[in-house]
């Protein structure tokens, strides 16, 4: 049986007041749900909402961190440092920090191991660009993203990998992908992984989808398959909304 999540990306917004009202409203709102819960707020907010959230279900998970164990690498954060502050969860690959901090598929797969090496869980994001899908691209992309940072480990690893297909045309742009769409790229990456290790890995590991998942759409998107899940952008910045997209299950 696989996880059912709803992660929140926060991205650069909410600062530490921000961050503890819409905390306060999810530990209000929040039900025994299906799915497990994930918020990931900016890294200097990620101490306050692992203290605040420790009682409860939610989890936080950071959205980036660095491959390198310590050292010379101004403005980064190591696994070892979330971890200290009760962060066991990481978000790698999103498409900003490959788009604008140049992320590429040999960095995500050091970050990967050196995840995995710490024993935290990785939400593992790719996805093609609206080019892509408009030339039928978009398999091919997507199965160069993900076995280039992650066919490379044990069938061991992946009971601490997350997938998140997320479409870069549809983050944030309210377009969303239909829920055939998602489903058909989903059901491919299952093939993928099930190919390359088994059937019984391909079965467990849970694939998010992201990209413009609003209350209006999740229940279509969710009720999919092989979708199990969101990763959520914009609408994770409002409590009513993300226990909504929670409750779509
Ligand atoms: C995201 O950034 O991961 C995302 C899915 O954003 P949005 O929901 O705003 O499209």
């Known amino acids: 049986m696989r996880k059912n999540i709803v992660a929140g990306n926060w991205k650069m917004n909410n600062d530490l007041a921000a961050t503890k009202t819409l905390i306060s409203e999810l530990i209000e709102l929040n039900k025994t749900s299906d799915a497990e819960v994930m918020i990931a707020p900016t890294f200097v907010n990620l101490m306050e909402a692992s203290k605040l959230l420790r009682e409860t279900s939610i989890r936080v998970a950071s959205q980036n961190m660095h491959y390198a164990?310590?050292?010379?690498?101004?403005?980064?954060?190591?696994?070892?440092?979330?971890?200290?502050?009760?962060?066991?969860?990481?978000?790698?690959?999103?498409?900003?920090?490959?788009?604008?901090?140049?992320?590429?598929?040999?960095?995500?797969?050091?970050k990967v191991d050196k995840a995995l090496q710490e024993s935290m869980e990785i939400i593992f994001c790719f996805g093609e660009q609206l080019d892509d899908r408009n030339s039928d691209h978009h398999f091919k992309v997507v199965e160069r993203q993900i076995k280039n940072a992650l066919f490379h480990l044990p069938s061991s690893s992946w009971k601490s990998v997350v997938l998140a297909y997320e479409p870069v045309w549809a983050i944030g742009t309210g377009q969303t992908?239909?829920?055939?769409?998602?489903?058909?790229?989903?059901?491919?990456?299952?093939?993928?992984?099930?190919?390359?290790?088994?059937?019984?890995?391909?079965?467990?590991?849970?694939?998010?989808?992201?990209?413009?998942?609003?209350?209006?759409?999740?229940?279509?998107?969710?009720?999919?398959?092989?979708?199990?899940?969101?990763?959520?952008?914009?609408?994770?910045?409002?409590?009513?909304?993300?226990?909504?997209?929670?409750?779509s299950f």
């Open 69 to 110: 164990e310590s050292g010379a690498f101004t403005g980064e954060v190591s696994a070892k440092m979330l971890k200290v502050i009760g962060v066991n969860t990481v978000i790698l690959g999103h498409s900003e920090r490959r788009e604008y901090f140049y992320e590429d598929d040999l960095i995500l797969k050091q």
């Open 177 to 247: 992908a239909s829920p055939e769409q998602a489903q058909e790229m989903h059901a491919y990456i299952r093939k993928l992984v099930g190919e390359r290790y088994d059937i019984t890995t391909s079965e467990k590991v849970s694939i998010l989808y992201g990209g413009s998942v609003k209350p209006e759409n999740a229940e279509e998107i969710f009720g999919k398959l092989d979708v199990d899940g969101g990763l959520i952008g914009g609408a994770a910045l409002d409590a009513k909304s993300f226990m909504a997209i929670i409750n």
